[in-house]
C-alpha cells in the first residue's frame, strides 16, 4: 500500500523551530517529487514547498522562502520540512504529498498539526 | 501565481441530483487540472486529474471537463456519502495553487 505518515507536529511558540518528517512506504520515493501542502483549520489548502527526486531542485512558496527548508533522504525514504523563524500564520495542518506524473497529487500524508502560538 | 476560482462556495443537493461545481484559472492551464475530495477531518484525495480522468476506485458519478481557463466536475446521482468540500488545482504552473473549495451537503 502506498503510504505517507508524517510526523513532528507540535505547539511551538513564535519564533521558534520545528521539523516536520515524512515516511514514504509502497513505492520507490526516489522516482517521484514530493511536496508539502498546509491547510489551516477550516480553511483552504495551500502549497508550501517541493523537491525533486534526487534532492538537488527545491522550490518555495514566498510566505515560507528563507524560513523554510524541504530535504528528503531516498534510503531512509523519508522527506523533511523544517521551518525556521516560525509565526503565527504558520499554523496550520502539514501534509506531505506525492507528486504524480508531474501532475497531480496522490496520496497525501493524514496531516501533522503545526501551532504556533505564544 | 494562477489564481483558481471556484463557485459556488457551497450547495445543498438532495440524493439523486446532479451537481456541477466550476473552476476558472486565471490563465490557461491547458489541461493540467485536478480535482480533490476532502471530507471532515480527513487528508484530501484525488478524483480526477489532467482535467477529465477518473482516478481508480473513484465512483463513476465523478466527472470531469474543460480545458483552457474553465473547468466542471460534475457529480450524476450524488450521495449522502459525496457530502465533502471539492478542490480545483492547477498543475501546469508553480506554484501549485488551488481553487478556495466547495463544500457540497447532501
Known amino acids: 500500500e502506498v503510504q505517507l505518515v508524517e510526523s513532528g507536529g507540535g505547539l511551538i511558540q513564535p519564533g521558534g523551530s520545528l521539523r516536520l518528517s515524512c515516511a514514504a512506504s509502497g513505492f520507490s520515493l526516489s522516482s517521484h517529487w514530493m511536496h508539502w501542502v498546509r491547510q489551516v483549520p477550516g480553511k483552504g489548502l495551500m502549497w508550501v514547498s517541493r523537491?525533486?527526486?534526487?534532492?538537488?531542485?527545491?522550490t518555495y512558496a514566498d510566505s515560507v522562502k528563507g524560513r523554510f527548508t524541504i530535504s528528503r533522504d531516498n534510503v531512509k525514504n523519508t522527506v523533511s520540512l523544517l521551518m525556521n523563524s516560525l509565526r503565527v500564520e504558520d499554523t496550520a495542518f502539514y501534509y506531505c504529498?506525492?507528486?504524480?506524473?508531474?501532475?497531480?497529487?496522490?496520496?497525501w500524508g493524514q496531516g501533522t498539526l503545526v501551532s504556533v502560538s505564544s | 501565481d494562477i489564481q483558481m476560482t471556484q463557485s459556488p462556495s457551497s450547495l445543498s443537493a438532495s440524493v439523486g441530483d446532479t451537481v456541477k461545481i466550476t473552476c476558472r484559472a486565471s490563465?490557461?492551464?491547458?489541461?493540467?487540472l485536478n480535482w480533490y475530495q476532502q471530507k471532515a477531518g480527513k487528508a484530501p484525495k484525488v478524483l480526477i486529474s489532467v482535467g477529465s480522468t477518473l482516478q481508480s476506485g473513484v465512483p463513476s458519478r465523478f466527472s470531469g471537463s474543460g480545458s483552457g481557463t474553465d473547468f466542471t466536475l460534475t457529480i450524476s446521482g450524488v450521495q449522502p456519502e459525496d457530502s465533502a468540500t471539492y478542490y480545483c488545482q492547477q498543475s501546469l504552473n508553480i506554484p501549485r495553487t488551488f481553487g478556495q473549495g466547495t463544500v457540497v451537503e447532501v
Open positions: 523537491i525533486s527526486q534526487d534532492g538537488s531542485t527545491t
Open positions: 504529498v506525492r507528486e504524480v506524473a508531474a501532475n497531480w497529487f496522490d496520496p
Open positions: 490563465q490557461t492551464v491547458s489541461n493540467y
